[in-house]
């Protein structure tokens, strides 16, 4: 167990906690939007900032890749921790205006957009936290969609925006996108994403239609189930 | 590890000595990538094929940069250095036939100082020189780099020779500490303390690396040290990888950099061939190989952590450092990664000893730095200075100050993400703390000068368009927020600017360098926050004016005809693009403002400098 003050409160947490986890555990509140559960961490929004105090040393870090160390003094509300955290979520109200997701944190957070900010019209709800990428490749496995470019016109989508071959039609990225941008559509024997269409399998009990075919191959292919015995929904089961 | 035979490379430098020495008779022509765009390789080639015409046999040696870049091509004639600038293919022939024959000095080709005019015959007689003190780039004169003997006989080797002969990795480790040797790319570390921080991390294999990643604009010392003396590079790196315990190092140098490229293989295949590279190094039973790894000219990959995403093949995007590189570094191994121009030092060093090497420079940093000195300036070139230089005597004395008689305003210093520093200042010694002290930092060494025509504003919106450009994209900050700075300052230049845009870029600023993930967002904002520092009034005559003090901003100025001045020549009128000037012949000349688009044609056309900007 490491032992910490966060805001004038001592806590403790065992070795290599992170310090969001170490923070939240203590009951106070740190905003994130890339630190999905399901995914490796990049610190990307860096919403979760908080300020460091180690020796003389001062300095800002995000809480969400920093592990939690013995007689380290953390402020979650300093001047420059709000500084950051309230300028990233003006950016990113004017990269999203349409997310109602930015919108309620930001309310959350009182701040209010930016008017010097024109707002952006061409980034849907994106907020390129790329946790849709990384489930892809960590959890998935199939790496069908990736990030392009860089800087302000980084983007994330399928190779060359073309339909995907070794996409399977899952949903983990819209499961895990926090902001809804991408967009998936299931109606009937077929379910829509990322530009391509997909046949859906019908439960062998039920009836239902609840995965894509190609899904279910590619499942039954990494763990040699037959497909036999795969095409029982999760209910049925 | 020991060897207790004498080293190889004095074995190999004594059997060189019958072919060289300090009277032998050679022309050096600088054919750093400068010159080359100068035209000094047909130079080259004429100087071959005229003095065996004449029948000489005198070699003619290739050089990597001089420095005196202004001046290009340059040709110096050994023993006597006699040193010739701007030289062209038709003074050849009385270049061999006058000085290389009978010692005769051509005195049109010698440097001439533009205020006292006296002509200058050797390298060590002109201004640009003599204060000047070339320990690391001072050899390039005299080798061809991609001849591993030139640099043997000029003691190369000699310093890996006494390291793996004589020290032990910890020996090396404190001689590099005794020295107080601070990285060249930028941060200003000590290397010792890095070196030290590999020796002891835990995991194997470990790597040493240098970054040769010079992308600021303007920059160009890394690159004419991998040009014009690759071994000194490759030499530094083994010597380190000993020390820190690693037997493979990795080059990373930009594709964009051809020369740097070719010289670098070259030199590689030179030192394995000799046994300076490879296994069992001179016999002894430490092995070291280096791979050269090509970026693809993104400046971020200059950045460490980025730099090691790009090298294991991956996009390059930095990631959070709070486990440092010493430890967890190129494939989560403890990596050593300096400077091209760190790595050269180290040589040095070894040979010349840390007391020496520490007498040199300010209290905090020691020894030499490169400075590429471009922009408004006499003497655009690479020099290399003690550390304390006076940004006086670099701009005035070598640079020989601000050609057109104009006036100098500011110096940017350490490439994109430094800052901009005024006149008030230029007698601040140069050194890394004092740098930073003022809001800018050492960098990689880019200087940029600016004179009264360059206006603040847009300088700091060129910088922040650059920054747009080159950011990973990865944190929010960085992405969004210099986007949205370059915006503002866009809209400023475009007479956009509104009252609180001063105050939201200093806010905007502080939250961009606390926010970032690495080093490029976090000091993306200086150009902007030193040029607000120092220069407020230029930012607030454009928001609260509309007007562009030093008339470069189009939306901000207006261009009228002086009738006084004007003779009605019609010059104008001939070269403007968009028929906005018209007139009588021999009556003065007017500008319609709307036609005009302020490109500047007619200020470039007139002779009676009857144009006037406001």
């Known amino acids: ?131 849709c990428v990384r489930v892809c490749e960590e959890v998935v496995g199939v790496s069908a969609i990736g990030l392009f470019s860089r800087g302000s016109d980084k983007t994330i989508g399928t190779p060359y925006n073309e339909k995907s071959d070794v996409c399977i039609g899952c949903g983990a990225c819209v499961y895990v996108c926090p902001t809804g941008h991408i967009e998936m559509t299931s109606t009937g024997d077929k379910r829509k994403i990322w530009g391509r269409t997909f046949k859906m399998q019908t439960c062998d009990k039920c009836g239902k239609f609840f995965a894509p075919v190609d899904q279910l191959k590619f499942i039954s292919k990494k763990t040699g189930v037959p497909m036999s015995e795969l095409t029982v929904c999760t209910e049925c089961r | 590890m020991k060897n207790n035979s004498d080293t190889q490379p004095q074995q190999l430098k004594d059997d060189l000595k019958l072919n060289y020495g300090p009277n032998k008779k050679f022309v050096a022509i600088c054919a750093g990538t400068g010159c080359r765009a100068y035209g000094s390789l047909k130079v080259k080639e004429a100087l071959e094929a005229e003095l065996k015409k004449q029948n000489m046999n005198v070699d003619v040696i290739a050089t990597g940069c001089l420095g005196f870049c202004e001046k290009g091509p340059m040709v110096v004639i050994h023993p006597d250095k006699y040193f010739y600038q701007s030289v062209k293919v038709t003074d050849v022939p009385e270049i061999v036939s006058k000085t290389v024959a009978k010692g005769e000095v051509i005195s049109r080709l010698l440097y001439r100082h533009p205020d006292t005019k006296k002509t200058m015959f050797r390298e060590e007689d002109m201004p640009f020189y003599k204060k000047q003190l070339r320990v690391v780039f001072g050899s390039n004169g005299m080798i061809d780099p991609t001849k591993i003997d030139d640099y043997l006989v000029i003691n190369g080797y000699q310093a890996l020779g006494k390291v793996l002969s004589e020290m032990t990795p910890e020996g090396v480790i404190n001689e590099v500490k005794k020295a107080g040797l601070r990285g060249r790319g930028g941060g200003g570390f000590h290397t010792a303390v890095k070196w030290e921080g590999v020796r002891k991390a835990h995991g194997e294999p470990k790597y040493v690396i240098a970054n040769g990643d010079e992308g600021d604009p303007g920059a160009y010392m890394d690159r004419s040290l991998m040009e014009g003396n690759p071994h000194s590079i490759i030499e530094g790196m083994i010597i380190g990888g000993y020390a820190v315990g690693a037997n493979e190092g990795y080059i990373y140098v930009r594709n964009e950099y051809p020369l740097a490229v070719t010289h670098l293989n070259i030199a590689i295949a030179a030192a394995r061939e000799a046994g300076l590279l490879g296994k069992n190094i001179l016999g002894t039973d430490f092995s070291f190989d280096i791979h050269i790894n090509k970026g693809a000219g993104a400046f971020v990959c200059g950045e460490s952590s980025a730099l090691f995403a790009s090298i294991e093949g ?36 070894i040979n010349k000893g840390a007391d020496w090497y520490s007498s040199i420079g300010t209290e905090g940093s020691k020894g030499t730095k490169i400075f590429s000195l471009v922009g408004k300036i006499m003497n655009t070139g690479l020099i290399e200075v003690p550390m304390g230089t006076t940004l006086y005597e670099i701009i005035y004395d070598m640079g020989g100050g601000i050609p057109g008689g104009r006036k100098f305003k500011a110096v940017q210093t350490g490439g994109p993400s430094g800052g901009c520093i005024p006149e008030s200042l230029l007698d601040i010694p140069v050194d890394f703390d004092k740098l930073y002290e003022v809001g800018s930092m050492m960098g990689s060494g880019g200087m940029i000068v600016m004179d009264d025509t360059s206006c603040m504003v847009d300088v700091a919106r060129y910088f922040l368009a650059f920054l747009k450009e080159e950011s990973c994209g990865k944190c929010v900050p960085c992405r969004e927020g210099i986007r949205r700075m370059s915006d503002i300052l866009e809209d400023i230049c475009a007479g956009k600017g509104t009252e609180g845009d001063i105050n939201l870029l200093e806010t905007m600023s502080q939250a961009i360098a606390d926010g970032s993930l690495c080093a490029l967002g976090g000091s993306a904002p200086n150009p902007v926050l030193s040029t607000i520092k120092y220069f407020r009034e230029e930012y607030e005559a454009h928001i609260k004016d509309h007007r562009c003090p030093a008339g470069v901003c189009k939306a901000l100025i207006t261009y009228s005809i002086d009738p006084e001045k004007c003779t009605g020549c019609g010059l104008c009128i001939k070269v403007c693009p968009t028929q906005a000037t018209s007139g009588e012949k021999k009556k003065a000349h007017t500008i319609d403002k709307d036609k005009c688009t302020r490109c500047g044609a007619c200020i470039e056309s007139c002779k009676f400098e009857a144009i006037n900007v406001k």
């Open chain 1, 1 to 131: 167990m490491v032992n910490l003050t966060v805001d004038g409160k001592n806590i403790s947490a065992p070795k290599g906690t992170m310090l969001l986890e170490a923070i939240r555990g203590a009951g106070i509140s740190i905003p994130t939007l890339c630190a999905h559960e399901a995914v490796s961490r990049s610190g990307a929004c860096r919403l979760c900032v908080v300020e460091i105090k180690k020796g003389n040393r001062t300095r800002i870090v995000t809480s969400c890749l920093y592990a939690a160390e013995d007689g380290l003094i953390v402020n979650t509300k300093s001047d420059r921790v709000l500084n950051v955290r309230r300028l990233v979520m003006e950016l990113l109200l004017a990269r999203c205006p349409e997310s109602e997701v930015l919108q309620k944190m930001a309310k959350e957070m009182s701040v209010e957009a930016q008017p010097r900010f024109v707002a952006d019209s061409d980034k849907g709800k994106c907020i390129l936290c790329r946790s």
């Open chain 2, 314 to 349: 991956r996009a390059g995007e930095p990631r959070a450092k709070y486990v440092h590189a010493v430890e967890k570094g190129l494939w989560d191994k403890p990596t050593v990664l300096n400077n091209v121009e760190t790595w050269a030092n180290v040589p040095l060093i």
